[in-house]
C-alpha cells in the first residue's frame, strides 16, 4: 500500500448513528489533516494533526469528533450527524505541518451520506 | 471578498485545444501558489507549484503567477480526453501556514 488510503468509500447513514471514518498515510510524513468538500463550495479545513497532536479545530461541530492515535492514522468519528454534512471527506498528509511546498497528499475520499 | 475566486465552469473544449484556467486573489500576502488536478471519484493531486510571480513550464503544463493583478492561471497546451478533471487552485501567505483552495473549475476535453 503506497500513499493515503481511505475507508470507507462510500457511507450512508442515519441521523442517529455512529459511524467512522479512517485515513492511513504510508508515506512517513508527520502531518495529517481532514477536509470536507461540498459541491460548488472550496476545500474546507477541519482538523490538523502534527505528530499525533491536534493543532487546529476550524470551527468545527462537536458532532464530527476526530482521534490521531500515531503518525499514520487518522480517524473521523461522526455522530447525530445533519443532513447538510453529507459530502466528500478528505484526508491529506504532508511531510510537515502546513509546509506545502511538496505539496499535501491526498485519499480518494469518503463520499458520505446522511439520510 | 472571498480571498480566493474560480469560475466552476463547467469548461467544454474540443481534444488539442489550449485551455486556460485562473483564479483571482485578493490577499497580497499570498506567495505560494499550487494547481490540483481532481479526477472523478479521487482525491486532488498536485500539479503545479510557483513560489512569486512568473511562469513555470512542466510539459504541455505551464502556470502563471501575476502578483500585481492577484490573478493566477494555469495553460494546459494540444488538450487529451485524459486531462478532463476538476482543477483547484490553492495558495499560501508565507512558508507555512493552510492552504486556501478555490472551488475548482470542471474541465471536459472531447475527443
Known amino acids: 500500500e503506497t500513499g493515503v488510503t481511505q475507508t470507507p468509500r462510500h457511507l450512508v447513514m442515519g441521523m442517529t448513528n455512529k459511524k467512522s471514518l479512517k485515513c492511513e498515510q504510508h508515506l512517513g510524513h508527520n502531518a495529517m489533516y481532514w477536509y470536507k468538500q461540498s459541491a460548488k463550495k472550496p476545500l474546507e479545513l477541519m482538523f490538523v494533526?502534527?505528530?499525533?497532536?491536534?493543532?487546529e479545530n476550524n470551527s468545527v461541530p462537536s458532532r464530527f469528533s476526530p482521534e490521531c492515535p500515531n503518525s499514520s492514522h487518522l480517524f473521523l468519528h461522526l455522530h447525530t450527524l445533519q443532513p447538510e454534512d453529507s459530502a466528500l471527506y478528505l484526508c491529506?498528509?504532508?511531510?510537515?505541518?502546513?509546509?506545502?511546498?511538496?505539496?499535501?497528499?491526498f485519499g480518494s475520499g469518503t463520499r458520505l451520506t446522511v439520510v | 471578498q472571498k480571498e480566493v475566486e474560480q469560475d466552476p465552469g463547467p469548461l467544454s473544449v474540443p481534444e488539442g485545444a489550449i485551455v486556460s484556467l485562473n483564479c483571482t486573489y485578493s490577499n497580497s500576502a499570498f506567495q505560494y501558489f499550487m494547481w490540483y488536478r481532481q479526477y472523478s471519484r479521487k482525491g486532488p493531486e498536485l500539479l503545479m507549484y510557483?513560489?512569486?510571480?512568473g511562469n513555470k513550464e512542466d510539459g504541455r503544463f505551464t502556470a502563471q503567477v501575476d502578483k500585481s493583478s492577484k490573478y493566477i492561471s494555469l495553460f494546459i497546451r494540444d488538450s487529451q480526453p485524459s486531462d478532463s478533471a476538476t482543477y483547484l487552485c490553492?495558495?499560501?501567505?508565507?512558508?507555512?501556514?493552510?492552504?486556501?483552495f478555490g472551488k475548482g473549475t470542471k474541465l471536459s476535453v472531447k475527443p
Open positions: 491529506a498528509s504532508s511531510q510537515e505541518v502546513r509546509v506545502a511546498n511538496y505539496g499535501y497528499t
Open positions: 494533526y502534527s505528530l499525533e497532536e491536534r493543532v
Open positions: 490553492a495558495m499560501l501567505r508565507g512558508s507555512q501556514g493552510n492552504l486556501i
Open positions: 510557483t513560489y512569486s510571480s
